[in-house]
């Protein structure tokens, strides 16, 4: 089997990345759905059978956004961030109602609002922080629900193990890291599936750039809880780019020697417009 990377290098829309991971699982869905129809079939109904779509891995660091899981979502709408300032905000995030609409005509928010179909709560995304979207079809590569969860998690301890620093579960959701006396949250993680297929993942603080606008919010309804990224922890010189790089190696490092489904012989970089052209 062969994984498709996607790094997106510059800071990217939340939007952008949001679309192009729909496009993705519905061709997942779409050939799952076209399989299981032409199963049913005594003649087939179509000439051969079509190969799944490979799994694939979107890495990127978001404009800052604001974004709620299914636990979190707001009162009366799911819809995608406005400029209005009548947007419909959950109640963790109605103290900061001032960052996400815009103070003046002129003016643009610090930060938008986008709320997902992703597990959890309320967290923050944005430049500092390499965000890791998975797509894939949990069966093909032997994993279960949970499986792919501690994935990745234990994928994000392995990079964080590279830099010497031991990182963590505990009954919270996420990666944790020992900071003096305090455990303090360096990833988070928040997935959603439908038919076995995944998206969304893991956001891994890298630098320290992340940290004002956490410290704005109670993420993930943990209250009295701090993040901290890499840079924060000590670690010099290490951009979002590099850790991206680990995640892919180590994800397909865990999924190839803890799981017993397909392998993952190849991992290939695409560009944004190989994904969408081939839609």
Not at 4 to 31: D, K
Not at 127 to 151: E, F, K, N
Request: hydrophobic share 35%.
């Amino acid at each position: 089997m062969r994984l498709a990377h996607l790094h997106l290098p510059h800071t990217t829309p939340f939007a952008r990345v949001s679309e192009l991971q729909q496009a993705l699982t519905t061709r997942f869905l779409t050939h799952k759905k076209l399989a299981g129809s032409i199963s049913s079939q005594t003649q087939p109904i179509v000439p051969g059978n079509a190969p799944p779509p490979d799994p694939t891995i979107i890495t990127f660091s978001p404009n800052p956004v604001y974004t709620t899981g299914r636990r979190d979502l707001p009162p009366s709408n799911t819809c995608p961030y406005s400029e209005s300032n009548n947007i419909s905000l959950p109640l963790p995030l109605e103290p900061i109602r001032s960052l996400l609409v815009p103070s003046g005509p002129n003016h643009t928010p610090k930060a938008e609002y986008h709320p997902t179909l992703r597990g959890g709560q309320t967290t923050y995304h944005g430049p500092g922080q390499m965000v890791a979207y998975t797509i894939l079809d949990l069966r093909r590569l032997g994993l279960t629900p949970r499986c792919h969860i501690r994935v990745l998690e234990n994928s994000v301890i392995d990079i964080l193990k590279q830099y010497e620093i031991r990182g963590f579960t505990t009954a919270d959701p996420g990666v944790w890291v020992q900071d003096g006396s305090a455990e303090k949250k360096i990833t988070a993680v928040g997935v959603h599936l439908r038919r076995n297929i995944s998206s969304f993942g893991v956001g891994l603080n890298v630098t320290e750039e992340p940290m004002w606008f956490f410290k704005q919010i109670v993420a993930c309804g943990l209250e009295g809880k701090e993040a901290t990224s890499l840079q924060g922890l000590g670690v010099k010189d290490v951009g979002v780019d590099e850790v991206a790089e680990r995640f892919v190696e180590r994800f397909v490092e865990r999924v190839n020697r803890d799981f017993t489904g397909e392998k993952i012989n190849e991992v290939y970089s695409v560009q944004e417009s190989d994904l969408l052209g081939s839609s």
